[in-house]
């Protein structure tokens, strides 16, 4: 992202300034994988479209961070495209967006379902999962569309699954996995979370945005202040 973009605009004419200079870049260059396939929306990967294999040559073609979100039965690409008070907002070129804050999913548009709003009642143990013990509970706040589901208590159960290689673009990741436990108000799955041993970084997530969908997250390019905490 442009520093001196960020630094001359107000916050919110930022967001979508810089959103719309990410997406026709995207498009004009043409470069990679995200070129050669228009990018796959978040509605594509929710609904079942076709999936996207990009390669190491790909992603490094482009100068935007870029993760790779996959729904039930497809997968898209999306690029940073505003940070606003720590809540990353990543983009399709239809600009469906994933809202993450410390690699934790706090919000979608674009797909279906779509949430609204994910928040934590106290303290965040997802800002450093190395610290955190067996059994920790949260208390997590959902709002989810269609159906107005707002104010959804759910309860997470956090626990350490050992330690998993994970491979990302071709290359071998030594990661900590660690098992979420969602329950109440009709949600009964897990989230899964690969978290870099040295950084605290998550670099793989699985994580449910509504009681019966989950999406999954990859780094491919991260944020680079994200791997320096």
């Not at 707002?150 to 900590?176: C, D, P, S």
């Amino acid at each position: 992202m442009s520093t001196e973009v960020r630094m001359k605009l107000p916050a919110r004419q930022a967001v979508g300034c810089l959103a719309v200079c990410v997406l026709l870049s995207i498009a004009l260059s043409g470069c990679g994988v995200v070129g050669r396939t228009s990018v796959k929306t978040m509605q594509m990967a929710i609904q079942g479209k076709p999936d996207v294999q990009p390669t190491a040559a790909d992603i490094a073609a482009s100068r935007f961070p870029q993760i790779k979100v996959t729904g039930p039965n497809g997968g898209a690409l999306l690029v940073l495209g505003n940070i606003d008070a720590g809540r990353q907002a990543w983009y399709s070129s239809e600009r469906s967006i994933v809202f993450l804050r410390d690699g934790l999913v706090v919000g979608t548009h674009g797909g279906t379902p779509e949430l609204r709003r994910a928040s934590i009642d106290g303290g965040n143990p997802f800002h450093d999962l190395r610290d955190v013990r067996d059994g920790t509970t949260v208390i997590r706040s959902y709002d989810v569309m269609p159906g107005y589901r707002f104010g959804m208590t759910v309860t997470g159960t956090i626990k350490r699954a050992g330690t998993e290689q994970v491979e990302i673009l071709g290359k071998l990741f030594t990661l900590q996995h660690y098992t979420e436990e969602l329950r109440g108000q009709g949600w009964k799955r897990s989230n899964e979370y690969w978290v870099d041993a040295d950084t605290g970084f998550i670099r793989k997530s699985r994580q449910a945005i509504g009681p019966y969908t989950s999406l999954e997250i990859v780094q491919l390019k991260p944020y680079a202040p994200d791997l320096k905490r």
